[in-house]
Structure formats: C-alpha cells, structure tokens
C-alpha cells in the first residue's frame, strides 16, 4: 500500500476521537509531507488540565495539548505501530 493510499485514508478520519494513552485524543491534521498525523487532547473529555511554565519556570496558564505520531512504519509498506494502537481507540461518532 503506498504512503499516499495510507494518507488518503486518515484523511477520513479527521475530527474522529480516539482513545490513546489513557486520555481522549481528536485527529485534527494529516501531514502526508511529514508522513505524521496530529491530535488535539479533546477539550471536552479533559479529566485536568495541563499547566505552561513561562520562561521562569512558574506556571502561568493551561494549554492544550497536540501530538504527532508517524503514519507508515520503518518499511514504509503500513502503518506504524502507534498509529494502529490509536486506531485501535477510535471512539464510534455519535
């Protein structure tokens, strides 16, 4: 399967919620130049709130929190192994 069928794919995907490292995640971006997805921590399924430091080291505002996870694995023939345990989350749409 090429790079661009798997992106093709996760496209579909986007604004899907998923259970991922304990916390619910949305898929908000494919970057097929990265080959990386992003997710946005779901606001409304938040249990806390994360904390910025500022430039002192002292917290001073809450943030959201993003992460990118690869798309293919080290062949480049599916995806990788973090993607398929997100995948694995997908939260039915309802």
């Known amino acids: ?10 496209q579909q995907l986007i604004g899907n919620r998923f259970d991922y490292l304990d ?7 494919v970057l097929g130049d990265m080959d990386s997805v992003v997710l946005r921590r779901c606001e409304d399924c ?18 959201d929190g993003t992460l990118t996870l690869p798309i293919s694995n080290a062949e480049g023939d599916g995806y990788s192994d973090d993607l398929l345990v997100l995948l694995e989350g997908r939260q039915p749409s309802g």
């Open 1 to 10: 399967m090429s790079a661009a069928s798997l992106h093709q794919r996760l």
């Open 46 to 63: 938040k249990r806390y709130r994360p904390v910025q430091s500022n430039a002192y080291g002292m917290p001073n505002r809450r943030v």
């Open 23 to 29: 916390e619910v995640w949305i898929l908000i971006e």
